[in-house]
């Protein structure tokens, strides 16, 4: 069965998409074929790659950890030390850290998980593309199994038609 029967057994929009859909990932695998692993994701921006490094190192055990060693430290030194602490108690200058931490990585974070929502967004079309192919293959396939079981079971009755012709002649009446 050539790929002419697809337009006869899965009607003649879908046998398109499917052969589009094959010619596609043919494509997109030659493509790859040529490209190096990394050249084949679009490149991010120096701005990009800093808020990506910004959320992966806030969004980290390893920094909240640093973070409040060093805000235990700062408070007991200068709670310690009323005289000659840097920051006495209300720590205002603790709290005015910590705002323009908070002021600059959440732009970074929120820029880093934008990227990787556009990037999920591609995925999942891409995924889309996947399943519906698998789907029409699978279709077609089915459709094949039935056409190849239909010809067949013509086959055997048209022997078994045959066979009871020859019996009916060979036996006497």
Known sequence: MDHNDDKRSLGERDAQ????????????RAELAQALPLSALPSAS?????????AALVGSWRFIIVQSVLIVLWLGYNLSQPDRGWDPYPFILLNLILSFQAAYTAPAIMMSQNRQAQVDR???????????????????LHQKIDLMREKEIKALTDLVRDLTERIAQLTPR
């Open 17 to 28: 998409l499917l052969q589009w859909m094959r010619q596609r990932r043919r494509q997109h």
């Open 46 to 54: 120096l701005g990009q790659r800093v808020a990506d490094q910004v």
């Open 122 to 140: 591609l995925q999942a079309g891409n995924d889309y593309e996947i399943n519906i192919k698998a789907e029409l293959e699978i279709e077609w």
